[in-house]
């Protein structure tokens, strides 16, 4: 509970000081939910280069700090490209999965260069959101458990939280929250018998 306290706090920091994009990856039963979401100041990207998106690619690669989101539904895309690194956020090899929802939303790795792709006209400040599933756990993508921060041009970021299965699910906490209200109430019955 701590651990997810403190992502909060921080997830909640780094969205209120700068305009930028949050990639969760929350493990689940049976694959990794991965969500980006935020907005970006395009003007400090440079120029634009707008391509056929002939290719829906959805996943990450967290050797590379890569997260992507193609949705089948944006006939082009906005690339933008400038000098950097993503931050890795594990060991893993590429994986692929499915598209579920939004739009276009990709970071990925050129080289020694950043590459955003956004949709085409995408306008600075403007809600951005994708959200894509691939299967398997964070052992077997090799992902890592944390925080990991890109900066970008302009003061802004991409920051990759990574949220593992919870040790104990909430169903399981709850049944073991009544068990035990159960037996402090037998003991408590049995201790008013006694006097």
Sequence with gaps: MKYLISVFTLVLTATVAQASVIATL?????DVLLTIEGSLDISSF????TLSNSIDVNGFLPSNG???VETPFESDV???EFSGVLTPFGTGAISFGSFDAGGQ????????NIQIQLPDAYTSGTKLFGQASVGGDFASLGISTGIFVTALPGNQSLTVVTTPLSA????AGGLL???GVAVLTTLRRRKKKVS
């Design 26 to 30: 929350s493990e689940r039963n049976t």
């Design 46 to 49: 440079g120029s634009v280069l």
């Design 66 to 68: 890569e997260v992507f």
């Design 78 to 80: 906005d690339r933008y």
């Design 105 to 112: 939303v990709a970071f990925f790795r050129n080289g020694s």
């Design 168 to 171: 104990v699910p909430l169903p």
């Design 177 to 179: 929250l009544l068990s």
